[in-house]
Structures are given as C-alpha cells and as structure tokens.
C-alpha cells in the first residue's frame, strides 16, 4: 500500500503503538493521512511526538504525513525517577545528538555510567564522555525553554482574559 487515508466527520483515535502496528505491514506506504477539517469541537488525539520517530523508522518511504498530535502528552515519555542510566557498550557515533536526545527524556538528577573494558582510551569512551559533559547543559537549556514557554503560555492566557474582559 502506498496511500493511507481514512477521512471521516471525526479523526481516528489511536495511541502511538497501535498506529505503528497498523502501519508496519505496508513497507512501501508514502502518504497517511488521517486528518479531517475542521477539527470537530472537544475533540482530543491520543497521539504525541513520540509518534513521529516511530512512524520514521516503520514507514521509511513516507513523504506526506497528515495527523493530529498532542504535544503536551509527550511528557509521559520522561523518565521521572531514573537515578542509573548504563550505556556499556553502547556504540556512540553522534555524541551531540545523543546528549540532546537524553536531555528531553532524563531527569534533572540522573548517574549517566559507561565503560567500555579495559579500553579507556578508544574512541567510543571519548563520545561517551562527551555526552556526559554536553546533558548536563543540554538539560539545562531544555528546562530553560520549557520554563519559558510556561511563562508565555500564562501571559498569553493573561492577554485573553483581558480582551474578552473588554469585547
């Protein structure tokens, strides 16, 4: 199958993991579209960004994609108590994307632990180091920017209940 659309008065409603088992049989899929417009009132989606890295990795020739997504459920994929996260032996190619993706997932008070052997020295330690000196500061930026749009969300909802004060 190469073209999913489902149009209907009202969009599906599917959570990330049985929208990838649906997918995943169609190899060859390139556009899912799963949108209605306008969006019916009261309306709510079940699905969050962490539908997009998985529907990248099923639906590899995907070019046109068109859902409803919620962003704001997306913070149920950070881990909330994880003290100890082991990568031994991970093999570390890109240890800024690494940092940065950490960064959206792990709490503010984590142990990052990699060896790798004997071999302190190969490169693989390198990246693993460096990961630990970028999440810290990685972390930092992600709270900053989450703290910020906090703020603009409040006075943004402040400004509203002003001009509908006054209409």
């Given at each position: ?39 019916p009132p ?18 590899h020739?995907?070019s ?7 962003e ?6 950070v881990?909330?108590?994880l003290t ?19 960064s959206c ?11 790798n052997?004997?071999?302190?020295e ?6 693993g180091?460096?990961?630990d000196?970028?999440?810290?500061y990685?972390?930092?930026a ?12 409040a ?6 209940l002003?001009?509908t004060?006054?209409?």
């Amino acid at each position: 199958m190469k073209k999913f659309n489902y149009s209907h008065a009202y969009p599906i409603n599917v959570i990330d993991g049985e929208l990838v088992t649906i997918v995943s049989p169609w190899n060859s899929l390139q556009s899912l579209l799963l949108k209605t417009s306008p969006l019916p009132p009261n309306f709510t989606t079940s699905l969050t960004l962490a539908i997009l890295p998985m529907l990248s990795k099923q639906a590899h020739m995907l070019s046109k994609l068109e859902l409803y997504i919620d962003e704001y459920e997306s913070v149920d994929y950070v881990f909330r108590s994880l003290t100890c996260f082991d990568i031994t032996g991970s093999s570390i190619l890109n240890a800024q994307y690494l940092a940065l993706y950490l960064s959206c997932i792990l709490p503010t008070q984590y142990s990052l632990m990699f060896t790798n052997g004997d071999d302190s020295e190969n490169e693989f330690a390198a990246r693993g180091n460096e990961v630990d000196v970028l999440l810290p500061y990685f972390i930092q930026a992600y709270e900053s920017n989450h703290y910020a749009l906090r703020i603009m969300i409040a006075e943004k909802d402040k400004l509203v209940l002003i001009f509908t004060a006054n209409s």
